[in-house]
């Protein structure tokens, strides 16, 4: 008899108590044996044979837990539109941002962030760069320089206010969100609203409320 017959359940079976171990006291604070606690009547082979270790698993449950389905379910009439839900729906997307906020500390990892920071230029920002092309064929977003503005979106929301945000008080929060919404009305592109902001500013009271 196979001693897995049943390695999709048994591999989501480890990422569920994995995610809610992270989320409860946090990455460093959860060990293996506490996954293996949490799991019953498996052992720590039956975790290595799915997952090379601990961080492993946590890249697993971070990619599944990813924004790309937003990025396939585009909605909007024009491309800013459509960028401004993308924006909407990530500040919206609480489980993801729970996961990032509980793990903020290996996050900020030298080695993390310039993986963080390649994956956002290498995977992302094209992506990203497709809705910002439309908008401005469209006319709805009105700039000459389609691929800085991308990447500056894409700098200011992952890297700069998302890699920070367990460090940043309220206050210190609606500064970043509203200096970043001004600078892009001033290049012409409105890319947050008043609604996407305060989506912004709701995510950390949540997050705030779901880490003390």
Known sequence: MSRNKYPEETRKKILDVAEKLFLEK???????QDIVDGLGNMTKGVIYHHFK????ILETIMDE?????????LRGSNGLEKLQNVIRDSFQSYRRQSIGYAVAVTLRSPRILGEQYLQVFQELVPEMKKIVDEGVSDGSIQTDYPEEITELLMLTINLWIGFQ????????LHRKILFIQQMFNGLGVPLL???????AFTLFAVL???NN
Request: charged letters at 35%; glycine letters at 6%; hydrophobic letters at 30%.
């Open 65 to 73: 837990a990813d924004e790309q389905p937003i990025l396939e379910q």
């Open 53 to 56: 270790s601990k961080f492993a």
């Open 193 to 199: 609203t008043d609604d996407i902001v305060q989506d």
């Open 26 to 32: 946090g990455y460093d604070g959860t060990s293996i």
């Open 208 to 210: 705030k409320k779901n």
């Open 165 to 172: 945000l367990s460090l940043l008080s309220e206050e210190e």
